[in-house]
């Protein structure tokens, strides 16, 4: 689909925020929740998670980055309805990481 602009792809991530159960608040603690337009290594990345996962943590560490990317986004759905539902189960599949959930296990949850 023809890439949304950044301010609405930016409440599609707030929703998606919105959304997460009360249980996964803590794990947001020093984390720093970003839009960027791609990621410029693997331009086809739809999120990543910079950090040391929240079990791991020990004393004080800078704050730990998620990206969620629009434009890769965009490219991967057809239309803001499953543009909506991607940018949630990928704001899901990062907190996950920064849980210290790993991608096999993610991929065995149905959030790969």
């Known amino acids: 689909m023809e890439a949304i602009p950044r301010y609405r792809f930016e409440r599609l991530v707030r929703d998606a925020l919105d959304q997460l159960p009360d249980e996964l608040l803590s794990i947001l603690d020093n984390v720093v929740i970003q839009v960027d ?3 410029p290594d693997e331009p086809s990345l739809l999120g990543l998670y910079d950090g040391v996962p929240h079990g791991d943590r020990n004393g004080d560490t800078g704050p730990d980055v ?7 986004h965009c ?3 057809i239309d ?3 543009l909506a539902a991607e940018v949630t189960v990928t704001v899901i599949h990062e907190i996950a ?3 210290g959930i ?3 296990r993610l991929d065995e949850l149905g959030w790969g």
């Open 102 to 104: 790993d991608d096999e």
């Open 97 to 99: 990481h920064a849980a």
């Open 80 to 82: 803001e309805t499953e």
């Open 66 to 72: 998620i990206s969620i990317y629009r434009l890769a």
């Open 75 to 77: 490219e991967a759905v």
């Open 37 to 39: 337009d791609r990621n």
